[in-house]
Structure formats: structure tokens, C-alpha cells
């Protein structure tokens, strides 16, 4: 079965600066993907961003980039210019691919990220 | 738009009550999933279905039980509500086996 794993319960960062949240992650699989997922005040689960295993370039999404390291089983996010809207709780969640028993999302336990003044 | 939407958002029962949540999409996607989120443990998957009259147990099933009648609808259904079912409810939606999934707002739900 796959774990993930997010080691910091809680970060701040202040406004316009740049942070990174961590993500380990436990695997016998090959081909999978990963993702960031957004939980602000409102609940609503957001896709930040999302990186395929068989892709070797870090996915980006505008302010939002990832540093996938597949043979360390990492997948850290970054967020440059970080914004008060940032303010959320992040997931880190890992999907396999496998036909027959794909598609199932394994959640880490999440970043509460403060952005302040 | 297409949309998921799950019903009600809110909602108190009582120990021992037959309690179901609603989700439905509009995007004829054919993967439908339930997950539960609690402190300390991220989101937890319940049931899963990959099309109409397919179900299939996930990591905390016990207690909870999915029927898919059509594509639009996976309704979860907690046959005797229990105290340590009090959690946020999320359904979610996907297209393919490879495909992102995009999830509902969530259901509160208490169980007194």
C-alpha cells in the first residue's frame, strides 16, 4: 500500500515571500501521478497542481511549481510570491495508474499555511 | 456549468439513524468516489465506483455502504450512524483512470 507523508503540521510564510511545503512519499509502483490539492476556510478541495511520474520536467502552474525527485520519493511544492488568498490547508496525495484498481487518491495528512502581513 | 454537488451540507442525527448523503455530477464522469476527512488524518477513502453498478470498497468501509444506479449519482448511505462517523464527507469526480478528480464542498455531518 502506498503512504504519504507530510512532516510539517504547520508553516507561515510572510506575504511575497517564497515557501516550500515537503511530501514523501512510499511506492513499489513505477507509473503514477501526484498532486497538490488546496483546502482554504471555504472546504472546498482546489487541484493546485498535478506531475506524472514519467515526466521528468517539474510541473508549474504560475505562481505554484513542484520539485518532483522520483528516485527520493519526494515531491515538494513551492509557492513564489506567496498571497493572503494562499492561506489554506495543502494535501500532497498520490494516485496509481493501474488499470483494474487505479484512479484512488492516498492523501498525506496536510500543511496548514499561514501567509501573513 | 458542470458541477458536483453534494446534499445537505449540514447535517445532525443520532446514534443508531440510517443517514444518507447525496452527490451528483454533471460532467458524465464515470469514476465517482466518497472520502472521509478528520484531524490528523487527511482525507480517507470510503467507496469507489468506476460506473453504473459498480462498487467497491476503500480503506475505511466498515459501516458505510454506495449504490450506482445511474451516471450522475453515487448517494452514501451509513446504515446505523455511529459517534465515530462524525467527519467531513467528500464525494468526488473523475473522467478516467488517469484522469484528476474534482471534488464536491463537503458534508458535515454529527453524530450524536
Known amino acids: 500500500a502506498q503512504t504519504v507523508t507530510q512532516s510539517q503540521p504547520e508553516m507561515s510564510v510572510q506575504e511575497a515571500e517564497t515557501v516550500t511545503l515537503s511530501c514523501t512519499y512510499d511506492t513499489s509502483e513505477n507509473n503514477y501521478y501526484l498532486f497538490w490539492y488546496k483546502q482554504p476556510p471555504s472546504r472546498q478541495m482546489i487541484l493546485v497542481i498535478r506531475?506524472?511520474?514519467?515526466?521528468?520536467q517539474n510541473a508549474t502552474e504560475n505562481r505554484f511549481s513542484v520539485n518532483f525527485q522520483k528516485a527520493a520519493k519526494s515531491f515538494s511544492l513551492k509557492i513564489s510570491d506567496s498571497q493572503l488568498g494562499d492561506t489554506a490547508m495543502y494535501f500532497c496525495a498520490f494516485m496509481n495508474i493501474l488499470t483494474g484498481g487505479g484512479n484512488k487518491l492516498t492523501f498525506g495528512t496536510g500543511t496548514q499555511l499561514k501567509v501573513e502581513l | 456549468d458542470a458541477e458536483i454537488t453534494q446534499s445537505p451540507r449540514h447535517k445532525i442525527t443520532e446514534t443508531g439513524r440510517q443517514v444518507t448523503l447525496a452527490c451528483h455530477q454533471t460532467w458524465n464522469h464515470n469514476n465517482m468516489f466518497w472520502y472521509r476527512q478528520d484531524l490528523g488524518h487527511g482525507l480517507r477513502l470510503i467507496h469507489y465506483s468506476y460506473g453504473v453498478h459498480d462498487t467497491n470498497k476503500g480503506e475505511v468501509s466498515d459501516g458505510y455502504s454506495v449504490s450506482r444506479s445511474n451516471t450522475e449519482d453515487l448517494p452514501l448511505t451509513l446504515e446505523s450512524a455511529a459517534s465515530s462517523q462524525t467527519s467531513v464527507y467528500f464525494c468526488?469526480?473523475?473522467?478516467?483512470?488517469?484522469?484528476?478528480?474534482?471534488f464536491g464542498p463537503g458534508t458535515r455531518l454529527t453524530v450524536l
Open positions: 506531475q506524472e511520474a514519467y515526466k521528468q
Open positions: 468526488a469526480s473523475s473522467l478516467s483512470l488517469t484522469d484528476t478528480q474534482y
